[in-house]
């Protein structure tokens, strides 16, 4: 009997820029101060975000003619990524905070499912690929194999990779603490301080939220160019390099909220405050 031979990979559409999202002109006037808000004080975040997504444009169009299915399984988790992180990035100006993490999360998910599979090789995407696309008579439907792939073991080996990964689990999971956290932040000993739905501007959240996504638009970029099956000419990998240096820094800055980790599970948020002006506070979480 003869093996099943694998799909011939077709030519792919992307994008040719990134832009970050616009005013939401219908939107309450809440949700219109918090973009305000965000544009005018993560200004700095933003403008790095933004070019971290269209440097991946930019090496997803010069690998456009590599089209071997090796490129296609990382390409399908990428675009996968690509997708979160400019979905939470809208949801970020619009101080929907509370549903960023899953998106975040996941997008971690299809990062480490791209660099196990470089990792180990492609045996059982190839596998999977010889007989994942064909027709189920019985239901007069096409078939998609499941094909279930885990990955995330890989994430240990990037210690702010793996750091920020445990942490938005945590936040995207139904616990008492990160549901207190994420929904009534201004919350102490003597009040729960409820907040539904809330639109309201938190700068502690938005750079916790700002930082992810730059840590996960790196993490993404430095996946592509360790991957043969994409194209990078010198002037891309140079522009990675200093692109992924000004991120560091701005990642760095003592002042902007972050997430220490203390071990046994805890962590220490420093810098915590919903304004400016408001006195800058550490949550042990």
């Not at 949700?31 to 933003?46: E, G, I, M, W």
């Not at 994430?155 to 990160?178: C, K, N, Q, V, W």
């Not at 916790?208 to 194209?231: C, M, R």
Request: proline share 5%; net charge neutral; glycine share 4%.
């Amino acid at each position: 009997m003869s093996r099943p031979t694998s799909p011939k990979i077709a030519p792919y559409t992307f994008p040719e820029r990134y832009e970050l999202s616009g005013r939401p002109t219908n939107a309450s006037p809440t949700v219109q101060d918090a973009h305000r808000q965000t544009q005018f004080l993560l200004v700095p975040d933003l403008s790095l975000f933004e070019r971290a997504m269209n440097l991946q444009l930019a090496i997803v169009a010069a690998s456009a003619k590599k089209r071997s299915p090796e490129a296609a399984a990382l390409l399908g988790f990428w675009s996968r990524t690509f997708t979160y992180l400019s979905d939470a990035s809208m949801l970020l100006s619009r101080a929907s905070y509370t549903a960023c993490p899953p998106l975040l999360r996941t997008a971690c998910d299809c990062i480490a499912a791209q660099r196990s599979l470089l990792a180990e090789g492609f045996a059982e995407y190839h596998q999977w690929l010889a007989t994942a696309l064909e027709t189920d008579r019985e239901h007069a439907a096409s078939r998609i194999e499941m094909g279930r792939f885990q990955a995330g073991s890989v994430l240990a080996e990037d210690e702010h990779l793996g750091s920020a990964y445990r942490l938005i689990t945590d936040l995207a999971m139904p616990h008492f603490g990160s549901t207190v956290l994420q929904t009534a932040p201004d919350s102490n000993q003597q009040k729960l301080a409820l907040a539904f739905a809330d639109n309201l501007f938190h700068l502690g959240w938005a750079e916790l939220i700002a930082g992810w996504l730059l840590l996960l638009a790196d993490a993404q970029i430095k996946t592509a160019l360790a991957a043969a099956e994409f194209e990078a000419g010198d002037a891309l990998r140079e522009d990675a390099a200093r692109l992924l240096k000004e991120t560091g820094q701005a990642l760095a800055n003592p002042r902007r909220c972050r997430v220490e980790e203390l071990g046994d599970g805890q962590r220490l948020i420093h810098n915590f405050r919903r304004t400016v002006s408001g006195a800058p506070k550490r949550v042990l979480f």
